[in-house]
């Protein structure tokens, strides 16, 4: 398992902050009918309790726009990816299909509230992820976004610089068709032990039951 450290600049911020990251050996593939079915029964749930309005006050949600308001982001042009994924749903827009791993972290998000970060461990350079703040200037590129300001974003850093922010993942660390090494991360701003470790629980049920594949967490 990578140690995952927590740094006095991080907790300052989020003294409340917890954590779950799991491991697993995976092998991706298309995603599964069944899997998209439960997306779609999360989807259809989310949208008979929530509004683009209401999902803020997700204790979840609610907390990790706390996070980045206390660290100077605007949690509203800097979405967390939790938020994002759900006012997608509420906004009547669909989902796009990427592949087993990344649809699986998705339909975690969406249906725990929690930002998560989805990366191939294989690609971490390093054995320690260091949760932090971004830097001013510092080199970033986000999934699906291109060059991203993470001045004052929470950031994981491997030996080499970041690899996740709860906005987006990077380029670096990301799930492909030839991951076989996954680490998930679990960002639960709200502090809630109980919850974050209902979601680390469900992971490794989502992993066994679509990837055949034996999930371990641990909490930091």
């Known amino acids: 398992m990578i140690e995952i450290q927590q740094t006095p600049e991080f907790q300052a911020i989020c003294p409340h902050f917890i954590g779950a990251a799991v491991l697993a050996k995976v092998t991706n593939s298309p995603t599964s009918p069944q899997l998209w079915e439960e997306i779609e029964t999360c989807c259809q749930n989310l949208r008979e309790t929530y509004t683009t ?95 991203l300001n993470v001045e004052h974003l929470p950031i994981y850093r491997d030996a080499l610089g970041g690899i996740a922010t709860p ?28 919850a974050v470790e209902t979601a680390a629980k469900y992971t490794c049920e989502l992993l066994q039951r679509h990837c055949g594949a034996e999930g371990q967490y641990v909490f930091y």
């Open 53 to 147: 309005e209401t999902i803020k006050q997700h204790s979840g949600i609610a907390a990790t726009r706390a996070a980045y308001r206390a660290a100077g982001k605007d949690p509203s042009r800097y979405r967390p990816a939790c938020e994002q994924l759900a006012r997608r749903i509420l906004q009547g827009k669909q989902l796009y299909s990427v592949s087993t791993l990344v649809d699986l972290g998705n339909l975690i998000s969406l249906r725990c509230g929690y930002s998560t970060a989805a990366l191939d461990a294989d690609r971490i350079v390093g054995n320690t992820l260091r949760l932090s703040l971004g830097h001013e200037g510092e080199p970033y590129e986000g999934i699906g976004r291109g060059p």
């Open 167 to 194: 906005t987006s993942d990077s380029t670096r660390t990301a799930i492909t068709p030839q991951t076989h090494q996954l680490l998930l991360l679990i960002n639960g701003y709200d502090g809630s032990r109980k």
